[in-house]
Nanobody, 124 residues
């Protein structure tokens, strides 16, 4: 069974940075498009960033464009989310997701596997 394990969340001051990591338990990692979603208290889960299986194509939500960078290392079965210039509105539980779709999609229903989530809290 495919498992995703996130790490790297924590508490940071506004303007600070964090890097999230997501390790997939299979060596077939390169077959999956990967994405990060987040869910703030009282809000629906929303797409943050996605990357194709090759790493060539990336896509970002407007709210994080220019501040966040998604990447992947297929040799390490790991996807990353570098988050810079964080602000309190970024506070949420961040989830890693994997999809067998060939292209990045922003619809959570297209993702087959999910991690347990990692909390990111940005103080003002």
């Amino acid at each position: 069974q495919v498992q995703l394990v996130e790490s790297g969340g924590g508490l940071v001051q506004a303007g600070g940075s964090l890097r999230l990591s997501c390790v997939l338990s299979e060596r077939t990692f390169r077959r999956y498009a990967m994405a990060w979603f987040r869910q703030a208290p009282g809000k629906e889960r929303e797409f943050v960033a996605g990357i194709s299986w090759s790493g060539v194509n990336t896509f970002y939500a407007d709210s994080v464009e220019g501040r966040f960078t998604i990447s992947r290392d297929n040799a390490k079965n790991t996807a990353y989310l570098q988050m810079n210039s964080l602000n309190p509105e970024d506070t949420a539980v961040f989830y890693c997701a994997a999809s067998t779709e060939p292209l990045v999609t922003i619809d959570s229903k297209d993702y087959d596997y999910w991690g347990q989530g990692t909390q990111v809290t940005v103080s003002s």
